[in-house]
């Protein structure tokens, strides 16, 4: 079974820190993702990476950066954490496919408090 | 533009009754990928099927069973004889050409299937 790991379930962090989001997968998926679920809003993504080293931005990048210097893990940066940033956050992998037509592994998200 | 809408924010049935989740898409590529995943309150989306464009043939899982109809943009998903552990929130998905790896969810819809 695909395994997505994140490095935590609750975090409660203060504004202006510098927050690490980690996400590890164990099936040599080369697209990983983050998104962001609040109430009403359903998932948007952040950013995804198609390769190491590589990412490209989702429908809501700003505040956020990203790292993948490993196939397995896709970090979530929070340069200065906002109270708005609050929310929960999911990773996701899913194999390469020509146009997104695999489906994606989800981990079990990290519900994020910025106070 | 891509879009998802799941206009059912939220449904209460009773156990045994059957319910249908209705999702409508747009999208301009004549290739794309249909999507619904599961998200119990451990929070963690567990995908269910992937459909698609080219194949419009519905699809029975044991009491799920989905409804795929292009002339409507619409990807329709009924659980037969509900039980309490279908309790979750439901999200569809579309993933097209334009997109590339990006997929597009829809907000959600949650159900409670009450004993």
């Known amino acids: 079974d695909v395994k997505v790991t994140q490095s935590s379930r609750y975090l409660v962090k203060r504004t202006g820190e510098k927050v690490f989001l980690e996400c590890v997968q164990d099936?040599?998926?080369?697209?990983m993702f983050w998104y962001r679920q609040d109430p009403g809003l359903g998932l948007r993504l952040i950013y995804f990476?198609?390769?190491?080293?590589?990412?490209e931005k989702g429908d809501i990048p700003e505040g956020y950066s990203v790292s993948r210097e490993k196939k397995e893990r896709f970090s979530l940066i929070l340069e200065s954490a906002s109270t708005n940033q609050t929310s929960m956050y999911l990773c996701?992998?899913?194999?390469?496919?020509?146009?997104?037509?695999?489906?994606?592994?989800f981990g079990p998200g990290t519900r994020l408090t910025v106070t | 533009a891509q879009k998802v809408t799941q206009a059912q924010t939220e449904i209460s049935v009773v156990e045994k009754e059957d319910v249908t989740l209705d999702c409508v898409y747009e999208?301009?590529?004549?290739?794309?990928?249909l999507f619904w995943y599961k998200q119990p309150p451990s929070g963690e989306l567990v995908f269910l099927i992937r459909?698609?464009?080219?194949?419009?043939q519905n699809e029975i899982s044991g009491r799920y069973s989905w409804n795929f109809q292009k002339s409507t943009s619409s990807f329709n998903f009924t659980i037969t004889a509900s039980q309490v552990v279908d309790s979750a929130v439901y999200f569809c998905?579309?993933?097209?050409?334009?997109?590339?790896?990006?997929?597009?969810f829809g907000t959600g819809t949650r159900l409670k299937v009450l004993a």
């Open positions: 996701a992998s899913s194999p390469l496919g020509t146009s997104g037509s695999y489906e994606q592994y």
């Open positions: 099936m040599d998926h080369e697209n």
């Open positions: 990476s198609y390769d190491v080293k590589m990412k």
């Open positions: 999208t301009r590529d004549t290739t794309y990928y």
């Open positions: 459909r698609n464009s080219f194949d419009e």
């Open positions: 998905a579309l993933s097209d050409l334009s997109g590339t790896y990006k997929y597009i």
